[in-house]
């Protein structure tokens, strides 16, 4: 169907759908514009999940909505950010879903170095709004780290200059890792670089670093603005490692600077920061050495001096001796004549019991308790019958109580009891067993799920060198035999075959050669 049809008889204009007439204006309004550069200011933001960015340009007197796609607003140097003055390159277009026009945006810059200025000053407000500009949070440089990590061009002088500084003053381990130091690689790449090295395992095959330098030569504000975006300033301030910033010249400042644990004026200057110099170590040593054998010397001096004047005045032993062998020699002599006296007065008190110990008066006392024991000998007799009449009336009454037809009834209920107690116990103990073994049924389900066996049914494999796991192609390289485990049984590449399998795999599987 054309856009404009003949009128219809009776009709003063053609008809036309709401779609065909969104499609013209469509069309009018990109074949007139095309690519254009629009100025203005950044107003609404709005970044949704699918990863498009949805904006406002405005000036003082129009409003235009803009959308950049998510494959562009990936590769964009400067994201957009509300109140930011910047210069936007795109096409001009019509969304018919909400009868608007919108500019689908391909490029956004900042509109000049005072609008870059205005976007860092408004970055680092909010960073130090957040407290990682406090200085309190920041962390010491270690002393002499044994590794250092470099964040920077592998190319450039830099990397140069820090080594040369390195070796003279004392040498270290370095781990390079390369990034791009300007342009829309450079912050993504110095966010992974700083992540990575924090990543790596203390005591691994590749050693983790003490220290982190993050360097870069001097330029302008331009090349230098991958070290202020917000993810290079904050994945540096999360850093665990110790973080020197040695960006540009000693005049330049950017975000990193402020969140780092110490910055250098120079990438030179951070190396000296890094490690202190050798041979004033090395004397420092000697001096601090001799100062204290100096000092031991004369603490020995000192005590063996005080030890002889402690000597001098203590008394001889001889004096000390005296005393206790006088009061010796005066005890001795009084101790006979103390045995002779005591051994006379115990002879005299046993003469004196002695003569109270006659046969008459034993006689005597004997025949009063014979005469006494008869007493109660002629009462015990009376007394043991009454009390076996009492006893025996008592268990009368007793068995009268015990009828044989009333312990069978008490007997037959408590057996009832006892049965009914023994089945509740059974069934719960079978309750029990049942809900602990499901408990188990599903914990060795959830084991299954989460082992890395299960991983190994949907295709993937594990890959050993020995007892360790190669996770990297150059472990895998420099290793002389790789054991490869598939769910159904393990291989090895250039051995034996394996002799131990998996526990769900058939026996008898063979190496790859």
Known sequence: MD????????????????????????????????????????GRVSRPRSGHIYLDLKDDRAVISGVIWKG??????????EGMEVVATGRVTTFGGQSKYQIVIDDIKPAGLGALMALLEKRKKMLEAEGLFDPARKRPLPYLPDVIGVVTSPSGAVIRDILHRLR?????????????????KCAPEVTRAIEGFNAMTPGGALPRPDLLIVARGGGSVEDLWGFNEE????????????????????????????????????PTAAAELAVPVRH???????????RMRQALSHGLTRRDQRLRDVARALPRAETLLDGPRQKLDLMSARLGPALIGGVQRRKVKLADMSGSLRPSTLRRTVQIEARRLRDVAARLSPALLRSFAVKEDRMTALSRRFRPAA??????????????????????????????????????????????????????????????????????????????QFADGRVRVGGKPVTRNHPTAPSGQGSLF
Not at 72 to 81: G, K, N, S, Y
């Open 168 to 184: 003279d003053r004392f040498p270290r381990k370095v781990l390079i890792w390369p990034v791009a130091v300007q342009g829309e």
């Open 3 to 42: 856009l404009i049809d003949s009128p219809e008889e009776g009709l003063n204009s053609p008809e036309f759908t709401v779609t065909e007439l969104s499609g013209a204006i469509k069309r009018v309004i990109e074949g007139e514009f095309g690519h254009v550069r629009i100025k203005g200011e950044v």
């Open 407 to 484: 312990l069978q009834q008490d007997r037959d209920r408590k057996t009832r009891e006892f049965g009914a107690l023994c089945k509740r116990l059974s069934d719960t103990g079978k309750r029990d067993l049942a809900r602990w073994k499901g408990r188990i049924d599903t914990l060795e389900r959830l084991r299954l799920t989460l082992g890395y066996e299960a991983t190994l049914e949907r295709g993937f494999a594990v890959v050993r060198n020995g007892d360790d796991i190669v996770t990297d192609c150059k472990t895998a390289k420099s290793a002389d035999t790789l054991e490869i």
């Open 280 to 290: 004033e170590l090395m004397a420092w040593l000697d001096g601090q050495d001799a």
């Open 231 to 266: 993810s290079v300033a904050r994945a540096a301030a999360a850093s665990e490692i110790p973080l020197i910033s040695a960006v540009g010249h000693e005049t330049d400042t950017t975000l990193i600077d402020f969140v780092s644990d110490k910055r250098a004026p120079t």
């Open 72 to 81: 562009v607003a990936a590769r964009l140097q400067t994201q957009p950010e």
